[in-house]
């Protein structure tokens, strides 16, 4: 499966000739003014939570490639009051098969208010269930036992998780979630963005290496095959 890094949390995945984005944040991520959103292409665009380092960039890549967002149900009817109209609203717990596999909806214990101050609904992560590849995209969250149930659900060959600190997991707990979701290979994400979520990336990397894992740190516009 292709894996390409935006920065911070966003990133995109080609399955079955879909691709599929998350999390747009691009303009106003510093690090990633390479990057030009016009460009993106979308078939659909996963949003985890309201919070504006997460949906950004949303409405204008929705409204530029026609891309189906797929988020939860508060999340979904601000969009729709925006003038996004080509939405699939789902909660945590749920699943749904796609056009290029199921993906199933997940607690992340985190917030998700919006930026306007609208209630965004909870917070969720996704398992993806395709005929590629099996991932779990954690969105912003602590670490949590409720991801000791993921592998009852999915065989994962690969997770994104946050590793940056402050807001979410630091590295030490990431290593821990692969652990409960048993995943040896974690592309991280959320760090370097601000200034609370600096880490030392040659540190996390020993951290993954020292529990038997893969730490992947894509360069911003890098993509990877995996
Ligand atoms: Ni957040
Ligand atoms: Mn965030």
């Known amino acids: 499966m292709k894996f390409t890094y935006y920065g911070h949390a966003t990133f995109a995945v080609e399955i079955k000739g879909k691709k599929i984005l998350f999390d747009p944040f691009i303009t106003y991520n510093e690090l990633a003014k390479d990057i030009d959103i016009n460009a993106i292409e979308a078939d659909y665009i996963f949003v985890s939570h309201g919070h504006g380092d997460h949906i950004a960039d949303c409405a204008a890549i929705a409204n530029k490639t026609g891309a189906t967002v797929v988020t ?42 919006l930026p306007d101050g609208s209630y965004g609904g909870n ?55 692969a652990e409960f979701v048993q995943c040896n290979t974690v592309i991280g994400v959320h760090y370097d963005t601000f200034g609370f979520i600096k880490i030392d990336k040659a540190k996390a990397t020993q951290s993954f290496e020292a529990a038997g894992k893969k730490l992947l740190l894509p360069a911003i516009g890098e993509t990877i095959s995996l």
């Not at 508060?74 to 080509?86: C, R, T």
């Not at 670490?143 to 009852?152: A, E, S, W, Y």
């Open 123 to 177: 917070p969720m992560g996704f398992i993806f269930m395709t005929d590629e590849d099996n991932f779990y995209y954690s969105g912003d969250t602590a670490l949590t036992l409720d991801m000791q149930l993921i592998p009852g659900w999915a065989k994962l060959n690969f997770a994104v998780m946050p590793i940056g600190d402050n807001f979410t997991m630091d590295i030490a707990d990431a290593v821990k979630a």
């Open 72 to 113: 939860n149900y508060e999340i979904h009817e601000w969009l729709n009051k925006q003038g996004i109209a080509k939405t699939h609203p789902m909660n945590t717990g749920g699943k749904w098969p796609f056009d290029f596999g199921t993906v199933k909806c997940v607690v992340a214990q985190h917030s998700s208010g």
